[in-house]
């Protein structure tokens, strides 16, 4: 572990946190506290205690960050050059690995997952701002051809102040792939993270803020989803927002967003299917669906959480998996082992009901199945990590989108039940086959009803990348190109020239 980083893992075991961690919103260029004066705490899911305090927002703080927000539009923010805005978002990129370290290792106390985990999401943060800083100034119109006496064009113009709902599971960069598009598109940003995870927002704002943005382009309300995040989304000055949660929160947002005609992108998690068809390359589809379930501790909306294989490899490639998943080492994410805690004592308490109601059916659990301490310390959250097979397509297990490091296992004899089995959920985020058939891999890609489709590699892809869902899984599309032209509008210009002049 290189020095810096050892330093500030000791920090923290020693003291339980690292200093110097923003506490308090982020309002107008400045660090503000509560209009009420009011804090809640944010744990450490490793050892179940509290490491820091912060400030808990209502409605009078949401009002006054979306008020800056909106006059940094008038200030011009909108119409600045995009070159400018470029620089910006370089700069930013460049800060975030600078502070690649301090970053993560937050990420990791807040909420839990391996340190090689958040490094690497720190890194992808610093990548999305790279991105997006080499877009702006690609945003281009259209002409219409509307003949010789006609001139029409298009003009794509910042959508205004957008409104983010950031999920506990991927902090910093699900701000990230949100902020860095609208940002280079011109629109001004609050920020709403999850209650249980606060902290590398409050200290992307310290980046921006040294990167040279403008106050009030980046502002940051923390506080629950109740007291904060629905006086942010049914706000009349939000012009458009981006929620990414559960199902049933995801639909009050859009309803709040209905009152006021908002624009709204909406990812809503997924049960999303990993198919192992029988001609594939068995080590790489192992490597990949233990990957697909157990990174972040299952706690991802597009986890390979079903595993839908074919029956002649079925037993075969079980026994394999369920070794694998036993031999997984767990504990608290600083010490970077392969399976961090679960976010939080609620979520802990959930998939436990999901556990015991497997054992109390007499299912076929084959790894795992617990509710667990550190191994090392007796403290902290964590699940085993558990497979359960041969599992009817019906079941609970396979329809319902637990969130924790549980596989449930789907048993098909051939290529047309897979897609049937694939397909068979209210949720259409991603799916993955893993093949050598080039014709049904593409066929795959065809057939199932998902956002993104991955071959050969769970998790392929990055920035570069659409990402989004079909059914309950939402709609509208994060990363790429798309989400740029999700926070900008179109103005259509048409023009009787042979009128001009004259």
């Known amino acids: 572990m290189p020095e810096k980083l050892s330093k500030l893992v000791k920090e923290a075991f020693d003291t339980g946190r690292i200093s110097n961690l923003p506490n308090k919103h982020f309002i107008d260029g400045k660090l503000v506290a509560s209009e009420s004066g009011t804090e809640m705490e944010s744990f450490d899911p490793g050892t179940g205690k509290a490491f820091i305090s912060f400030s808990s927002g209502e409605q009078a703080d949401v009002d006054k960050a979306v008020s800056a927000a909106k006059q940094a539009m008038a200030n011009g923010w909108g119409q600045s050059l995009p070159v400018n805005r470029s620089r910006v978002l370089y700069r930013a ?101 999850a209650e249980q995870t606060p902290i590398t927002a409050l200290m992307l704002a310290d980046i921006l803020k040294q990167a040279g943005l403008p106050r009030g382009v980046y502002n940051v309300v923390t506080g629950t989803g109740t007291n904060a995040g629905a006086p942010l989304v049914a706000h009349p000055d939000i012009d458009h927002i981006t929620f990414t949660g559960s199902v049933n929160t995801g639909i009050s947002v859009m309803k709040s967003a209905a009152d006021n005609v908002t624009r709204l992108i909406l990812e809503l998690g997924g049960k999303s299917p990993i198919t192992v068809l029988g001609d594939c390359d068995i080590d790489s589809a192992l490597s990949g669906v233990l990957g697909a379930i157990f990174e972040n501790a299952g706690q991802i909306c597009s986890a ?28 608290h994410g600083l010490k970077d082992l392969q399976l961090g805690p679960v976010n939080s004592q609620q979520h802990l308490e959930r998939i436990a009901e999901y556990l015991s109601d497997a054992k109390s059916r007499g299912l076929d659990i084959i790894a795992g199945g617990n509710v667990i301490t550190d191994p090392r310390v007796g403290a902290g959250w964590f699940v085993e990590p558990t497979i359960i097979d041969n599992l009817q397509r019906n079941d609970r297990m396979c329809q319902e989108e637990i969130f924790g490091p549980v596989l449930a296992v789907q048993v098909v ?87 001009l002049n004259k």
Do not use: M
């Open 413 to 499: 004899d051939d290529f047309a039940e897979a897609v049937d089995v694939a397909n068979d959920s209210d949720f259409g985020l991603v799916a993955g086959v893993y093949t050598s058939n080039f014709s049904k891999a593409h066929q795959f890609a065809r057939d199932v009803n998902a956002g993104q489709i991955y071959v050969n590699e769970y998790f392929a892809g990055g920035i570069e990348v659409p990402f989004g869902g079909n059914k309950k899984s939402g709609f509208g599309r994060e990363k790429g190109l798309e989400a740029l032209k999700s926070y900008s509008k179109i103005k259509s210009v048409a023009t009787n020239i042979s009128l």
């Open 304 to 331: 390979g959480s079903r595993l839908v294989i074919e029956r002649s490899i079925h037993e075969e490639f079980t026994e394999k998996l369920a070794l694998s998943t036993k031999a997984l080492t767990i504990g």
């Open 93 to 193: 990129s460049a800060l975030i690995l600078e502070n690649l370290e301090r970053l993560a290792i937050a990420e990791t106390l807040d909420c839990g997952k391996p340190l090689n985990e958040s490094l690497g999401d720190v890194r992808g943060a610093a990548r999305a701002f790279e991105y997006y800083a080499g877009s702006c100034d690609k945003l281009q119109g259209d002409t219409f051809p509307l003949g010789p006496n006609h001139h029409g064009y298009s003009i794509h113009e910042p959508i205004g102040v957008t409104a983010h709902i950031v999920p506990w599971n991927f902090p910093l960069s699900t701000t990230a792939r949100s902020v860095a598009p609208a940002l280079a598109a011109g629109c001004s940003v609050v920020v709403k993270p």
